[in-house]
């Protein structure tokens, strides 16, 4: 196989599209399962939402009443090694359970992981487009400071967020689910609070409500996900709330820019809080976190019905623990609704194949649920589990034909998935 002038090779078994928690999963998942793999990643690391965008809480590999662990594998091993360097929090129960985590800790860990699978890693890397030939996808054109260059696979993981991996290539793809799209929040990140400070979502919700009465302007949600960090100390919120098309860069801009008005007025009412009148703001996003855009429609979709009320698990490739939270458009209230017994769910291989590209397999919020199970796959922590399904069926189908259930469980379970049944 020769390499080009930048030392990557033109040809993989598995290109995996996007760095975030699916494609961090893909890649090890591909590469540990003995097919050559590529990651590219538009950003200059990995991690996706929880370091680009500021999301620093893993949701959704808890169970919500028992916080028991029910996603591991690779998400397991990136836990761990955040223990390691005492990066993140106990579960803690918001409206589900989830961790926090430093950032700058997640970087170094996926690294790791990462290269220590084998799999190639190419940051600042963008993707341009993508050529098929009948019903598979056989190269994708990406670019970087050096120019731009064709690389081919045998399969592909799109685990972009965007779905732009399936666009670019003709598979069938929608927008939004029913013609809704959820809202995007804009995580900020506030230092400069005195330890003891109290600021919870109660006292945050209340400055809120009594600055808008006041005639504050540019303050959207009243509430949201806040935390104290480990490491820093500092406090993270989720309450800079917008509608746009992520799929636009003009309404993008559009929102960022109002974002983060929006986080200029949120600092006014934290400094109202005691103990907080030095916070400042440490960093805002830098991208405002898009929770819902493109799917892939795969072979098969799954329903609400089916995260509320979950069957047996036993073919099962991937296990989701978060609740349906639906954020229907900026200022208006969250919609939650919780999984029934045993607090997860289960994700069948269908749900990650594309139903017109035999080679395309989706990870991540790319993946195939109506409205109410679209706003459970989303969560980082499911991400892990569709990702790094996605990867060993992607790197079995690249060496073997297509890949059947059971012999995606049998890998997943060798890299210690701990898939139920």
Request: glycine fraction near 12%; aromatic fraction near 6%; hydrophobic fraction near 40%.
């Amino acid at each position: 196989m020769k390499r080009n002038g930048a030392g990557v090779k033109d040809q993989y078994d598995v290109i995996v599209a996007g760095g975030g928690s699916a494609g961090i999963a893909a890649a090890v998942g591909a590469s540990r399962s003995g097919a050559s793999t590529l990651l590219v990643e538009r950003g200059p690391c990995l991690g996706g939402a929880a370091t680009l965008r500021n999301v620093v809480t893993y949701c959704g590999l808890y169970t919500r009443e028992e916080r028991r662990q029910v996603v591991h594998g690779v998400a397991g091993e990136l836990l761990t090694g955040l223990r390691e360097l005492g990066a993140v929090s106990e579960p803690t129960r918001f409206t589900a359970v989830a961790v926090v985590f430093d950032p700058e800790s997640v970087k170094r860990v996926a690294d790791e992981l990462v290269t220590a699978s084998g799999a190639e890693v190419l940051l600042h890397t963008q993707l341009l487009g993508a050529r098929r030939d009948g019903d598979r996808i056989t190269t994708v054109r990406v670019a970087d400071h050096s120019g731009i260059r064709e690389l081919r696979a045998a399969t592909f993981v799109d685990a972009t967020g965007e779905a732009d991996l399936a666009a670019h290539g003709g598979a069938e793809v929608r927008y939004g689910n029913e013609g809704w799209v959820q809202n995007g929040t804009l995580g900020v990140r506030f230092g400069g609070l005195a330890a003891d400070a109290r600021v919870t979502r109660d006292t945050v919700g209340e400055a809120v409500r009594a600055a808008k009465r006041a005639g504050a302007a540019d303050l959207t949600a009243e509430s949201g996900l806040i935390a104290r960090m480990p490491v820093s100390g500092d406090l993270i919120t989720y309450l800079a709330d917008e509608g746009y098309d992520a799929r636009s860069a003009a309404d993008t801009t559009r929102a960022e820019i109002s974002a983060r008005r929006q986080a200029q007025a949120y600092l006014s009412v934290i400094r109202t809080l005691p103990g907080c009148s030095s916070a400042y703001i440490v960093s805002t996003g830098p991208e405002l976190g898009t929770r819902e855009s493109r799917h892939i429609r795969a072979r098969y979709q799954l329903t609400e019905k089916e995260v509320l009320h979950p069957g047996p698990a036993d073919d099962a490739v991937a296990i989701g623990a978060w609740p349906i939270e639906y954020h229907p458009g900026p200022s208006i209230p969250s919609e939650w609704s919780f999984i029934g017994d045993p607090g997860y769910y289960g994700i069948p291989l269908d749900v990650l194949r594309s139903n017109d590209t035999a080679n395309l397999f989706a990870a991540g919020r790319t993946v195939d649920g109506d409205r109410g199970a679209g706003g459970s796959l989303r969560a980082m922590g499911t991400a892990f589990a569709t990702g790094h399904a996605a990867g060993v069926a992607a790197a079995l189908t690249a060496t073997r034909g297509e890949a059947a259930t059971r012999e995606v469980r049998a890998e997943l379970n060798r890299q210690d998935a701990r898939l139920p049944g």
